[in-house]
C-alpha cells in the first residue's frame, strides 16, 4: 500500500459530498484520492494514468463501461465505489453500498480477479445488451435501482401496452462455429455479468464472466400467449437446464455471435440507445481485472467449456411460420401442419364406430345403471372412467373450429351410438331390476344448475388441453370424472322404464349441459392453442351456441332455486322448537318442491310423544318463521335417555 499514495479517482457528475466522504475515507489509509472525470480521462487514458496500474471508479453501470474498454486496453485494475446506496454496481459485483465500507477494498489492488470482458461492435458491456424490443425484461433492473412506486407503475402500464405491438423482425444468426441460422425473433438477451437478469432465471446456473463466453437468450414467441407464459416462466424457474427451456425461447452460449438485419435494429448497451444492421458480440477471456466481493466471485465460479451450447429448436425457420410471423404478432398460437398432424390422426380414430367403443358403452352403462341403484358413488365413478363417450365430443369440437364437416359427421354419429346404446341398456336393465326406488344418485342428477353448466366448461378446456397436448394425455380420466356424461345418461333410461317423465327431463337437461359445455367450449380451447388462424362461423358452432343459451335458462331457474332453498333449510334445519309445552329438534331438513306452497321434509326429535297437533303448530310456527305457506312431511324419532327410562 505504501507505494500507491495518489490513485486516480475517475466520476460523472458526481456530488462534492461523495467526493469529499471517499477523500477523507482514504486518508485514514495514507492514500490520496485525485478526483477526474470520466470525460476527461477519456480524451487521453495513458497521460492520465501517468505510468499506473490501478484506479477507483465512482460511476453507475452506464458509465462504468466506457472505462472498462480502456482497462483492457491499457491494463489497469478498477476498484469500485458506490455512486449512489441503490447503485447498480454494488448489487452486480457485491460491493458495500456505502463508500466507507467499500474504499478498504477498492484501494488493495491485489484483490483484483481477472474477468471476461464481452464487447459488442468494439464497445464494452458492463450488464447486457438488448437486442430488440422485449416487455418486461427491465423489471428486475427497475427493482434493484429502487424506483419510486410511481415510475413502477409507469413502467408496468407501458410494458403491457406494448404487448400488442410485439412484432418479430427476420435475423441471421452466426456464432463463433456455426454457420448461418435464418430465424425471426421478438428479441435478443445478451447477458455477460448480470446473472439476475430477469430472463437469466431461466439458465442461471450457466452464466459466468468467467467462463470465456457470452449467453444469449432468443425470445421468438408464436403469440402474445406464448410471450405471456415465457414471462411467468421468468418469474417462478430458476436454475432450469437449458434443455428445458420454454418453447418460445432459445439460448446460445458462445465465444462470438453475429447477429445481422435488412435494416437498422434498435438496441440498448447497458441502457444506452444504439442502432445497426450488423452486431458483433466477442468475449474476451480474463481481460479485465475487477474488484469484487466473495459472492460475485462464488456466483461466477465457472470453468471454461470449449464446446458451445445452441439450443435452437425453438426458434422459427419454417418458411411458412416465418411469413406468417413478418405480418403481426397473433394473440394465439397458430399450430403449422407437423404440430397437429399426430393429434389429427387421433380425433379421426376417435370418430370411428368401432366394436370396442360399442362394448364400453354397454358396460360402462351397466356398471354406471347398478352404481345408481345400489347409491354407490365409487361404483359411478368408475362407470364414468369406463365410458369413451368423452372422445367422439371432443372430435365434434374440432370440427366445429375448423368446419370439418366430413369429421363432425363421423364423430356425430358415434356419439349418437353411444347415447342410445346407455340409455337402451339402462332401461333394460332397469326392467330387469326390482328396484324402484330413487335413490341419492338417482336424485343428484335431477335438478342441473349453472354451476353444472361451469363443471362441463371447465372440463371441456380440460378435455381439449389434454388431447392436444400428449404429456397430458394421461389426465383425461379425471376430466371424464368431473363431467360425468353416462351416469345422465342412464338416469334417462331409469326414467323412461318407469314412466317418469320428470326424471328423464331433469337427467335430460343435464346431459345437454355437460354436452354443450365440451363441444363449445373445447372449439374456443383448441382456438386458443392455435389450431385455426380464425373462428370460422359455421352451423356447428351456431347450433353449440344456440343449444348453450336454451339450456342455460332452465339451469338459472334452477340455480336461484336451488338458493332459495338453501336460504329455507338454513333458515328452518337444525333448531329447537317448544312446541304445546314439548321440545322438538328438527333435523335433516330438505325441500322437495317448490312453488306457491313449499313442502318440508325432516326429522322431529323428541323425549315425549308428538301428536298431529303439535306437528300442525310447528308447521304454523314454520310458516311465520319464512312468511310463506308450507306443507311438511314428518319423520318422528323418540329420544330416551337414561332419566326419562320407566
Not at 299 to 327: F, G, M, S, V
Not at 429 to 453: K, M, N
Request: net charge neutral; charged share 20%; hydrophobic share 50%.
Amino acid at each position: 500500500m505504501a507505494s500507491l499514495q495518489k490513485i486516480l479517482l475517475i466520476h460523472h457528475q458526481t456530488k462534492p459530498k461523495q467526493l469529499q466522504v471517499a477523500q477523507e475515507s482514504a486518508q485514514q489509509f495514507g492514500i490520496e484520492l485525485e478526483p477526474l472525470l470520466l470525460d476527461d480521462f477519456l480524451l487521453n487514458p495513458q497521460l492520465k494514468l501517468h505510468g499506473r496500474h490501478h484506479l477507483v471508479s465512482l460511476l453507475e453501470s452506464a458509465d462504468l463501461s466506457l472505462l472498462l474498454n480502456q482497462a483492457h486496453r491499457y491494463h489497469f485494475s478498477i476498484g469500485l465505489l458506490p455512486a449512489h446506496k441503490s447503485s447498480v454496481v454494488c448489487r452486480l459485483f457485491n460491493i458495500p453500498n456505502q463508500i466507507e465500507k467499500a474504499l478498504p477494498l477498492a484501494i488493495s489492488p491485489d484483490k483484483a480477479i481477472n474477468i471476461d470482458l464481452l464487447l459488442c461492435n468494439d464497445e464494452a458491456v458492463l450488464l447486457s445488451v438488448m437486442v430488440g424490443y422485449v416487455p418486461f425484461f427491465n423489471f428486475r433492473q427497475q427493482y434493484y435501482e429502487r424506483q419510486s412506486l410511481f415510475r413502477r407503475f409507469f413502467h408496468l402500464t407501458k410494458n403491457a401496452a406494448s404487448l400488442t405491438r410485439l412484432k418479430p423482425f427476420d435475423l441471421n444468426i452466426a456464432t463463433e462455429k456455426r454457420d448461418q441460422i435464418k430465424t425471426a425473433v421478438t428479441g435478443v438477451l445478451i447477458i455477460e455479468n448480470d446473472v439476475e437478469a430477469f430472463a437469466a432465471n431461466l439458465v442461471d446456473e450457466t452464466i459466468s464472466s468467467q467462463d470465456n463466453k457470452l449467453s444469449a437468450m432468443l425470445v421468438a414467441p408464436c403469440s402474445i400467449v406464448d410471450y405471456l407464459f415465457f414471462l411467468l416462466d421468468c418469474f417462478y424457474y430458476k436454475n432450469r437446464p437449458a434443455a428445458r427451456l420454454p418453447k418460445a425461447v432459445s439460448y446460445i452460449k458462445t465465444r462470438e455471435l453475429t447477429l445481422t438485419t435488412s435494416k437498422q435494429l434498435d438496441y440498448w448497451i447497458d441502457g444506452r440507445p444504439c442502432k445497426a444492421e450488423t452486431l458483433l458480440f466477442k468475449c474476451i477471456p480474463n481481460s479485465i481485472r475487477i474488484i469484487v466481493g466473495e459472492q460475485f466471485k462464488l456466483a461466477h465460479d465457472a470453468n471454461e467449456i470449449e464446446k458451445e451450447t445452441l439450443k435452437i429448436n425453438n426458434l422459427p425457420q419454417n418458411e411458412d411460420r416465418l411469413k406468417r410471423l413478418r405480418k403481426k404478432m397473433p394473440f394465439f398460437s397458430v399450430a403449422q401442419e407437423d404440430d397437429f398432424k399426430d393429434l389429427f390422426l387421433m380425433l379421426k380414430d376417435n370418430a370411428q364406430l368401432s366394436g370396442s367403443y360399442f362394448v364400453l358403452m354397454v358396460l360402462s352403462s351397466m356398471l354406471a345403471t347398478f352404481g345408481l341403484f345400489l347409491n354407490s358413488a365409487p361404483v359411478v365413478i368408475g362407470a364414468m372412467i369406463l365410458a369413451p363417450l368423452m372422445a367422439p365430443i371432443v372430435s365434434l369440437s374440432m370440427a366445429i373450429l375448423r368446419n370439418d364437416r366430413k369429421l363432425f359427421n363421423n364423430a356425430l354419429w358415434v356419439f349418437l351410438i353411444g347415447l342410445i346404446a346407455a340409455i337402451a341398456v339402462s332401461a333394460v336393465t332397469t326392467l330387469i331390476l326390482p328396484y324402484e326406488r330413487v335413490t341419492e344418485e338417482i336424485y343428484a342428477r335431477l335438478q342441473p344448475s349453472l354451476l353444472d353448466l361451469g363443471v362441463a366448461i371447465v372440463s371441456g378446456m380440460a378435455a381439449a388441453y389434454a388431447h392436444a397436448k400428449e404429456s397430458v394425455l394421461k389426465s383425461l380420466p379425471g376430466v371424464a370424472i368431473a363431467v360425468a356424461l353416462v351416469p345422465p345418461l342412464c338416469v334417462i333410461g331409469i326414467g323412461l322404464a318407469w314412466h317418469d317423465w320428470a326424471m328423464v327431463g331433469g337427467a335430460g337437461l343435464l346431459f345437454l349441459t355437460n354436452f354443450a359445455g365440451i363441444a363449445l367450449i373445447g372449439s374456443l380451447t383448441f382456438l386458443f392453442l392455435g389450431f385455426s388462424t380464425v373462428l370460422r362461423i359455421n352451423w356447428g358452432l351456431g347450433f353449440s351456441l344456440l343449444l348453450m343459451a336454451i339450456v342455460s335458462i332452465p339451469l338459472y331457474d334452477s340455480l336461484m332455486t336451488d338458493i332459495n332453498h338453501n336460504r329455507i333449510t338454513s333458515a328452518v334445519g337444525d333448531q329447537t322448537y317448544k312446541i304445546n309445552g314439548k321440545t322438538i329438534q328438527l333435523d335433516d331438513v330438505r325441500v322437495i318442491s317448490a312453488g306457491d306452497t313449499i313442502c318440508l321434509s325432516a326429522v322431529l326429535g323428541s323425549s315425549e310423544n308428538i301428536s298431529a297437533e303439535d306437528v300442525e303448530t310447528l308447521r304454523i310456527d314454520i310458516e311465520k318463521l319464512l312468511d310463506q305457506p308450507i306443507k311438511i312431511e314428518v319423520t318422528l324419532k323418540i329420544i330416551r335417555s337414561a332419566y326419562n327410562q320407566p
